[in-house]
């Protein structure tokens, strides 16, 4: 008799513990669940934000969700070898070069240019820009914001009256800055090794 | 206060005025407020075409802004879109011949 009660009471204890358990991680699960993949943030910070479209994808977010799923890590043009060194940093992946058929990374800066006295004022080209670069309505002129155009060239081929060239931005004093210094320390997310000389 | 900003592009010359307006402020006074016609000789807030993020708008004066909206300022067509299409057309028409 005395035997059968310990089976019951060891029963249970262990019943009850199941139950205290189930309910933290069932309480757990709701209280701190996470929106999204939060890797998906992290890398999203490390595109260039042109929503160029170039990697394939309609804009960076989405390539930044294809990353966290596994897609290939040299696919942003804009970006160019410092966004896939970042990225391979954080997705602790191996560094490759630039996927060729996404495009290469120019190597002057371009800017689009609207040739005015042929430009017919139909907004195709506003409407393709990602970044809002180009000022104008329908039946007005539309003129290029070059601080803001990221040389992406995506208005080029809507526009029907082919009035966009893209050009290299002229290097003037204003424009003109040193290189980014080649070796350590010039790529994100690296770190330049301190030494402290007491 | 919301933030807004107001813009004017010339070929050699484009201009984004950051800016921040009283909630109800309307197009006009954001342009005004934003002193933008002193950066450039010859415009006339009261005269120029305005819209927001590409679409023109009739009453500047009546359109009250929100948040996080740029306000464009237009400057007209040097080309007659009429005659462009003419001339492509006619282009087209021989290059096929």
């Known amino acids: 008799m005395e035997f059968l009660f310990d089976n019951i009471t060891a029963l249970g204890a262990l019943t009850a513990i199941a139950l205290g358990f189930g309910a933290l991680l069932g309480f757990a699960a709701v209280k701190f669940k996470v929106d999204g993949n939060p890797i998906v943030e992290q890398i999203d910070a490390l595109l260039p934000q042109t929503q160029c479209g170039q990697c394939g994808h309609p804009g960076c977010r989405p390539y930044a969700e294809g990353l966290a799923e596994g897609e290939e890590i040299n696919k942003c043009v804009p970006g160019g070898e410092d966004t896939i060194r970042a990225l391979a940093d954080l997705l602790g992946r191996e560094f490759v070069p630039l996927d060729e058929e996404h495009g290469q990374t120019p190597e002057t800066k371009m800017v689009a240019v609207i040739r005015e006295a042929e430009c017919i004022g139909c907004t195709k080209c506003i409407q393709a820009c990602p970044m809002d670069a180009i000022l104008g309505a329908a039946k007005q002129m539309h003129t290029v914001i070059a601080d803001e155009c990221t040389g992406c060239d995506l208005c080029v081929e809507p526009c029907p009256v082919d009035c966009i060239d893209m050009l290299p931005v002229p290097e003037t004093l204003q424009t003109w800055h040193w290189d980014a210094p080649k070796g350590i320390g010039n790529r994100p997310g690296e770190l330049i090794p301190v030494r402290n000389i007491a | ?97």
């Open chain 2, 1 to 97: 206060m919301i933030q807004v900003e107001v813009a004017y592009a010339l070929p050699e010359k484009q201009l984004i005025v950051p800016l921040s307006v009283k909630k109800g402020t309307t197009m006009y006074d954001a342009v005004v407020q934003s002193g933008i016609a002193d950066k450039f000789a010859g415009l006339d807030v009261d005269a120029v075409p305005m819209g927001v993020f590409g679409k023109a708008e009739r009453k500047p004066k009546e359109r009250v802004l929100e948040e996080g909206e740029r306000v464009e300022l237009y400057r007209p067509l040097i080309a007659d879109p009429k005659e462009v299409r003419k001339k492509r057309a006619a282009k087209k028409a021989a290059g096929e011949e």
